[in-house]
């Protein structure tokens, strides 16, 4: 591989060839490189295939993957591959709805709350946005044989097709190189395993013509053959088939089995193209270390889960968003190194929860005993009757309660610490968007007052060398044009309500969207950037 050598960046540390290696070039992987390249960092790619996969895998996101898409710079060519679910609803065999519940066209983060997506349009979308970054090189056709952790670098060394050897050396390597990863097993991770496995056929179909699916996404709980309908973004459609006990897998992989399942939702030769079909097998898994020394792990690497969430790519979208701005203020200089181990503590929280909560769906929908399926369905139509539809298990998204955030004495969280902050529209000066647009990435300070008045000048100076944005947000209603420097109208009226609700006038914002924490005035503003820059091991600014 040729290197071009050059300093460590703007940080301190060894000389290296690259800033950051990221060995696996999916979506997770993609994300990843283009939030360091954005910041200015060099980051190498490698990854074995050749060229990117062609069929799709993973079909939806939600809101929060939105909003970490768009930090990535790709909100704009969302619809391009992508649409809104609109609903979802499971059934049993007789027909019977046991659950409906619609998609909202603003989730929490300000995208729809569920998205359909063709993964192939993702990825070349990603790719391309990644190619505007001169500093991100990738490599393909390259598989990674060999780490080794010096303290302050790692050698990469990789082998082409004709079993050449490469190096080269990177300040950090982050393993998105999937379920079988190499540099998971490098680091020796450890594996929990909730012993969930299902065999599924996957088949997804081109459409000859547009068709409105109503439900657009469906899950038929059916004893006989649970089975799934839903989309897989524009002219796409995504079908699943659960392998019953003791099928040939052979014999459910058959064309002519294909197209006599597919027959059932009105799918033929005649009217649909078969893009790809395979069966695989569920999981439930996460690793027990994200980190180990210069070494870290997102996406499947660290965790394997049902699709039955839909929590698999959002949850390695989160994982990348979590560790991208943990790695740029280590490389900075600006925080010590171990902030890093935050990641794992917060990452590892989030996904047991999503796993758990797939597996907890799956075992409601792979049920193939009829009487077991017959309780179910009175269970939950019963609650349907009486509550208009069917709990579902919790959100797999849950505020932390470990990690790099506001805590009392005790270690608890100072609540809204720790939780996702919420995305609205607001305006400045210059015209109206949502607030990653308009007041931008990375730390954010909104107040109802002006942040510049509420700290001294060693707290602002802390936070400029974030590069902290602040703002004064003002009330709904506000005249257009009215909003001054740092200023903007809280549009949909979220933000002073959300400053209200948490008994605060400010609340600070990490990159990643969650909640730092929220203060009460100067005093209590002043002591939480004290907190920041203790939790992240970088002193304030000395006294003049």
């Not at 996406?299 to 929590?311: K, N």
Request: proline share 6%; hydrophobic share 40%.
């Amino acid at each position: 591989m040729e290197t071009r050598r050059a300093g460590a960046g703007s940080g301190t540390g060894a000389v290296t060839d690259t800033d950051v290696a990221v060995v696996g070039y999916g979506p997770v992987g993609q994300v990843l490189a283009i939030l360091l390249a954005r910041r200015g960092w060099r980051v190498t790619v490698v990854e074995r295939w050749a060229q990117p996969y062609p069929m799709p895998r993973a079909v939806g996101f939600d809101d929060e993957a939105a909003r970490i898409l768009a930090a990535a710079g790709v909100g704009p060519f969302l619809d391009k591959f992508g649409e809104n679910s609109r609903d979802y609803a499971w059934r049993n065999a007789e027909g019977d709805t046991l659950l409906h519940m619609e998609s909202a066209a603003n989730g929490h983060c300000g995208w729809p709350q569920a998205t359909a997506m063709y993964q192939p349009g993702l990825e070349a979308t990603l790719i391309e946005r990644g190619a505007e970054f001169p500093d991100l090189r990738v490599v393909r056709g390259q598989e990674v044989v060999e780490l080794d952790d010096r303290g302050d670098l790692v050698e990469v060394i990789s082998e082409d097709a004709d079993e050449r050897e490469h190096t080269f050396t990177a300040r950090y390597v982050v393993g998105c190189d999937g379920a079988n990863s190499f540099v998971r097993e490098s680091m020796e991770s450890s594996l929990t395993d909730l012993g969930f496995f299902y065999d599924w056929l996957i088949c997804d179909v081109v459409l000859d013509e547009p068709r409105d699916f109503r439900p657009n996404n469906l899950q038929i709980c059916d004893p006989r053959r649970p089975r799934t309908a839903v989309s897989a973004g524009p002219g796409h459609r995504r079908f699943e088939f659960m392998r019953l006990p003791g099928e040939n897998i052979e014999e459910l992989k058959r064309d002519d089995t294909l197209w006599r399942m597919l027959a059932m939702f009105s799918v033929r030769p005649d009217n649909a193209t078969l893009e790809r079909h395979a069966v695989y097998t569920f999981q439930a898994r996460w690793a027990g270390e994200w980190r180990k020394g210069r070494l870290l792990i997102a996406g499947d690497a660290a965790h394997l889960m049902p699709p039955f969430a839909g929590q698999g790519m959002c949850s390695g979208f989160r994982d990348v968003a979590n560790l991208s701005w943990k790695l740029d203020l280590a490389l900075r200089g600006l925080a010590d190194e171990s902030v890093l181990d935050t990641y794992t503590a917060e990452r590892r929280a989030h996904v047991r929860n999503a796993i758990t909560t797939s597996v907890r769906l799956g075992k409601v929908i792979c049920v193939t005993d009829p009487a077991a399926a017959a309780d179910r369905d009175a269970i939950m139509l019963a609650a349907r009757d009486r509550e208009g539809s069917a709990p579902l298990p919790m959100s797999t998204v849950i505020p932390l309660d470990e990690g790099l955030f506001r805590q009392s004495d005790d270690g608890t969280p100072v609540r809204p610490a720790g939780t996702l902050f919420p995305q609205a529209r607001v305006a400045d000066a210059e015209g109206e968007g949502l607030l990653d647009e308009i007041v931008g990435l990375g730390f954010v300070l909104l107040a109802a007052d002006d942040p510049a008045e509420l700290l001294d000048e060693r707290r602002r100076a802390f936070l400029d060398g974030l590069g902290t944005r602040c703002a004064h947000v003002l009330p709904a209603g506000t005249e257009p044009g009215a909003p001054g420097p740092g200023a903007v109208v809280d549009v949909e009226d979220r933000y002073l309500p959300y400053l209200a609700e948490n008994g605060a006038t400010a609340v600070l914002v990490r990159p990643d969207f969650t909640v730092f924490g929220a203060a009460d005035g100067p005093g209590e503003l002043g002591a939480l950037v004290d907190e920041l820059a203790h939790r992240l091991g970088a002193p304030l600014p000395a006294a003049d």
